[in-house]
């Protein structure tokens, strides 16, 4: 993995081989982020990593300037490296072990940008869920979006919320906001 842009640019970053992990390809990243890029301006949004792995989305918000930063995994291993990472470049972001879900049941902070890359093999209710706590409990701010990365065989655009879905190889980007702004 490598971090595509900012302070850290061409950074690479080797993750443990034992981690349960599947970072966002360099490609799909780099589309990622030209899309937020034309929205926001990363100094001075907040974001909110779910399923963060070994960091790989966190890494290139925190790098091109971004130091509110929540990552969640439930892995330990994932956390750690994450940790070690974010020491080793001077990243202030922070990191929570936790179920995703059980994290959006309790947080009441808001963010601007909310990304989810959860395993490819869930369930379109699993892939539901997620998104209906994400808007039930108000959690982005206005002209925040949620992102949530899936394989390109899994449709989440039959969803209120849904606003538009960008396919990169296997990789789909759907971007979900506030309808009612």
């Given at each position: 993995?490598?971090?595509?842009s ?8 080797s ?9 966002t390809t ?20 907040s ?7 070994i ?9 091109r ?25 001077q990243?202030?972001?922070?990191t ?12 009441n ?8 890359d ?6 379109k209710?699993?892939y539901q ?5 994400v ?8 002209d925040g979006?949620?992102?949530?990365e ?11 919320t849904?606003i538009k ?9 759907s ?7």
């Amino acid at each position: 993995m490598r971090i595509i842009s900012g302070k850290h640019k061409s950074r690479r970053i080797s993750a443990p081989k034992n981690l349960p992990v599947r970072p966002t390809t360099d490609m799909a990243k780099e589309a990622l982020f030209n899309i937020l890029n034309n929205q926001y301006y990363f100094d001075q949004i907040s974001v909110l990593d779910l399923f963060a792995g070994i960091g790989s989305i966190s890494f290139e918000f925190a790098s091109r300037g971004t130091t509110q930063i929540i990552s969640v995994d439930q892995n330990f291993g994932c956390i750690r490296f994450i940790d070690k990472i974010a020491n080793e470049l001077q990243f202030d972001l922070q990191t929570i072990k936790s179920d995703v879900y059980s994290f959006l049941e309790k947080t009441n902070q808001k963010f601007d940008v909310i990304f989810a890359d959860p395993p490819y093999n869930f369930t379109k209710e699993r892939y539901q869920y997620i998104i209906d706590l994400v808007f039930e409990n108000e959690l982005l701010n206005k002209d925040g979006v949620l992102i949530i990365e899936h394989s390109k065989q899994t449709d989440l655009s039959l969803n209120s919320t849904f606003i538009k879905s960008k396919k990169y190889g296997g990789n789909m980007f759907s971007i979900f906001e506030i309808t009612n702004k």
